[in-house]
């Protein structure tokens, strides 16, 4: 099991929250980091066996900077997810109120999802943006901005006090995390997986982005979620993330990555592991993996001049 964890620090993030959650975590040494790069990159050089980073919140979307950083560089590979229901406090130094607040520091994705809230309760405070939301909480404590957005657990770790609690424009808010190591075989099979990759689109064209949809819609795959980023190889050039569902191993998974290998400049496959929801997909008539043994057996059959019944 890994005995070093990286994640985005300093101590008091919500990833932080999220990685004490991973059994295998448990007992590991856990590292922070600055940023969400920096807990990556020490991957990629060894000097943590693993790594814990936001990659999608239900409200504010995919992360940006997680999804270039996993999609581009040395690969690596999740092999597990986390959801955190996440709720903001307004952080403060004792004996603030809200007459006094002026300035707000947030992670950029914290701010969007407290929007409305702020702008009733603290109308004429301006926005400061930090790496994290704990990095937040302690450039208030060290007196340079008036409050933060963050966890209610970085209250004390900070000596702040909590001025508000449960902060959110949308209730229920649930941030999912990945567990990310360097290549190595995937977990196996548990029959609730979700798959993710990496398309490398080779030349902008008609139907360049349906051809890859078609790959998941004939063998019943149901795709999470799909997100384009430029690759910065210039105007036009663009990949997709895709997260779907079943594991590799499965042949309706394995006949789709092999379609996209065909019609795809490049593929990077970037895991196949458990879903933290649980969610088991619905296998359509056709495509489970029995059917393609068969379909493969009747092929053979024809080939050699001995039909299958």
Known sequence: MPQRYAYLGPQGTFTEAALRSVPDAYSAEHLPFATVPAALDALRRGEVD????????????????????LATGEPVQIVGEVHLPVSFALLVRPGTSFADIKTVASHPHAQPQCRRWLGEHVPDAEWRA?????????????????????GSFAAARYGLSTLAEDIHDIADAVTRFVTVRRPCPPPHPTG???????????????????????????????LTLIQSRPTGAGLGSYLFWMDFEGHVTDARVGEAMMGLRRVCADVRFLGSYPRADRVRPEIRRGTHDTDFTEAAAWLESVRSGQPHP
């Not at 980073?53 to 270039?68: C, F, K, M, Q, R």
Request: net charge negative; glycine share 6%.
């Open 50 to 69: 693993a790594a814990v980073v936001a990659l999608e919140n239900s409200v504010e979307g995919s992360v940006p900077t997680t999804l270039d950083e």
């Open 130 to 150: 930090a790496t994290s939301n704990a990095e937040a909480a302690q450039h208030v404590a060290d007196g340079h901005y008036d409050a933060a957005l963050a």
């Open 192 to 222: 609730t997986d979700r798959t993710t990759v990496v398309a490398f689109i080779g030349e902008d064209h008609p139907g360049a982005l349906l051809e890859i949809l078609n790959e998941f819609a004939m063998r019943g795959i149901n």
